[in-house]
T-cell receptor, first 114, second 109 residues
Framework: DTAVSQTPKYLVTQMGNDKSIKCEQNLGHDTMYWYKQDSKKFLKIMFSYNNKELIINETVPNRFSPKSPDKAHLNLHINSLELGDSAVYFC?????????????FGSGTQLSVL | GQNIDQPTEMTATEGAIVQINCTYQTSGFNGLFWYQQHAGEAPTFLSYNVLDGLEEKGRFSSFLSRSKGYSYLLLKELQMKDSASYLCAVRDSNYQLIWGAGTKLIIKP
């Protein structure tokens, strides 16, 4: 029944490791996103993927790479994890990119880099 | 730069009314959203304003003044379950969502 599901819920890892977070939506939406929410609670867009077009936020280090095997999935792979990567990562989807189209969020992945 | 300002924290009493303000300075404007986020959970959509005025939805209402770069979320008949953070977000001219840091609302009995 879950509309946007992401796994894992919690991820604790060492600096320098590579990890992935998976996201799936069963809403039939065309657009998916990855957001990072830091300790100050700001939500910052990392990537958005609209059908076949990936929009990369230039402030995201290239250690972060999204992968979309199909329209319903947008996974996030992170190489060489750093302490500053510790945050909550939210996947989200929307029907498109129109003015009033609201976002549906996954439950978040709390990443802790030690 | 682009900026969304909201109070960091507010406290209100169960059964009362509270108004959470949001001011914004963005490159263009294509709508303003309010989301609710309970601690440890995902944000969920509350309201959307693109024209000036008040949008009412049950106990929650949202107001927009584009000329003043200002919005507020009004919560009536407060319940304990309304304790959460309330996030204001503005869609700019590039259709990117710019988010505020959220207002943590604490409801006391």
């Amino acid at each position: 029944d879950t509309a946007v599901s992401q796994t894992p819920k919690y991820l604790v890892t060492q600096m320098g490791n590579d990890k992935s977070i998976k996201c799936e939506q069963n809403l039939g939406h065309d657009t998916m996103y990855w957001y990072k929410q830091d300790s100050k609670k700001f939500l910052k867009i990392m990537f958005s993927y609209n059908n076949k077009e990936l929009i990369i936020n230039e402030t995201v280090p290239n250690r972060f790479s999204p992968k979309s095997p199909d329209k319903a999935h947008l996974n996030l792979h992170i190489n060489s994890l750093e302490l500053g990567d510790s945050a909550v990562y939210f996947c989200a989807s929307s029907p498109g990119t129109g003015d009033n189209e609201k976002l549906f969020f996954g439950s978040g992945t709390q990443l802790s880099v030690l | 730069g682009q900026n969304i300002d909201q109070p960091t924290e507010m406290t209100a009493t169960e059964g009362a009314i509270v108004q959470i303000n949001c001011t914004y300075q963005t490159s263009g404007f294509n709508g303003l959203f309010w989301y609710q986020q309970h601690a440890g959970e995902a944000p969920t959509f509350l309201s959307y304003n693109v024209l000036d005025g008040l949008e009412e939805k049950g106990r929650f209402s949202s107001f927009l003044s584009r000329s003043k770069g200002y919005s507020y979320l009004l919560l009536k008949e407060l319940q304990m379950k309304d304790s959460a953070s309330y996030l204001c977000a503005v869609r700019d001219s590039n259709y990117q969502l710019i988010w505020g840091a959220g207002t943590k609302l604490i409801i006391k009995p």
